[in-house]
């Protein structure tokens, strides 16, 4: 097989391998929110063991990318879709990480009533759900508008954030006996809100990827 046939074979085969590991993630919010949202305990154990599978394949995707760079020795454009695959591969396998940590609130909550807003929950998962979604396509098209266009996503998670964290911090200081679940679902926004950031730390990969400079978009 030629060299440069063979370089964009493997190109596509790191592709895909990111965009299976995208999907796995977006899938392990969904159930890890879900969990929480009907305090749903075999759904938490669930997540808990997916985030094997979600371990397993980023280190697949970070040797392909290491094998690519020390026996292609790729540059400019080739480089970069290398690298920010990487970086992007990483960054998802934290949000699997956060989506594990939110499981666990369930899990140590157990059946006990949570408390408003609990709501806020499944808005702010589907908001890092429907950034991944937009980022993934984003991401195949190497479309640098539309993940700039994705980032501003991050600020409607980040104004829930700080809505609940007045709401939560009010229940706490009128009723002490409600702290400890407040502060689980103050975690839960939390881990979300992080979910929130790698996606435009994503977003700024890609903007990288197609224009070879590096962006700030948490500005």
Known sequence: MPTRHKFDHDLEELRLNILDLGKMV?????????????????LANTVVVGDLAVNDLQAIIEEKCILLIATQQPFALDLRK????????????????????????TLRNGQEKMIEPLADIPRMSALVQEMIHLGLKAYVLEDSKAAVDMAVLDDEIDQIYSQVFEELRAIMMADPKKVTLANYLLFACRFLERMGDYCTNIAEEIVYIVSGKRRNLNE
């Open 26 to 42: 977006d899938q392990q919010i969904g159930l890890a929110a879900q969990s929480l949202m009907y305090q749903d305990l075999e």
């Open 82 to 105: 290398v690298v920010a695959g990487f970086k992007i591969s990483i960054y998802l396998e934290r949000m699997g990480d956060l989506s594990v940590d939110l499981a666990k609130i």
